[in-house]
Nanobody
Framework: QVQLVESGGDSVQPGGSLRLSCVAS????????MAWYRQAPGKQRELVAA???????DYADAVRGRFTISRDIDKNTVDLQMNSLRPEDTAVYYC?????????WGQGTQVTVSS
């Protein structure tokens, strides 16, 4: 089992920045990839950014160039630096860890972008 705990969600004005952090604990040696997803009210959960085994990073078109994902395997963390935030980035952001047989989710952290 893997446990994920996110932090860093807050309310910011458009154009602002936030940094989300996710710490994994438990059977972390089984983790292959880690990612950030988000879910806005009334919408499906969507992939924001993924840190793929081997060092590749993938981004949703809506955030490419504004968000940066970084993973520290030794510390079992994955961060999401979010710049130039827009109202449409408002959502609950979830950390995900994928192992060979299981997918794990954190409890989510709220990001609100509003003037």
């Amino acid at each position: 089992q893997v446990q994920l705990v996110e932090s860093g969600g807050d309310s910011v004005q458009p154009g602002g920045s936030l940094r989300l952090s996710c710490v994994a604990s438990g059977d972390t040696v089984t983790i292959i990839n880690m990612a950030w997803y988000r879910q806005a009210p009334g919408k499906q959960r969507e992939l924001v950014a993924a840190a793929i085994s081997g060092g590749r990073m993938d981004y949703a078109d809506a955030v490419r160039g504004r968000f940066t994902i970084s993973r520290d395997i030794d510390k079992n963390t994955v961060d999401l630096q979010m710049n130039s935030l827009r109202p449409e980035d408002t959502a609950v952001y979830y950390c995900q860890a994928r192992a060979r047989l299981w997918t794990y989710w954190g409890q989510g952290t709220q990001v609100t972008v509003s003037s």
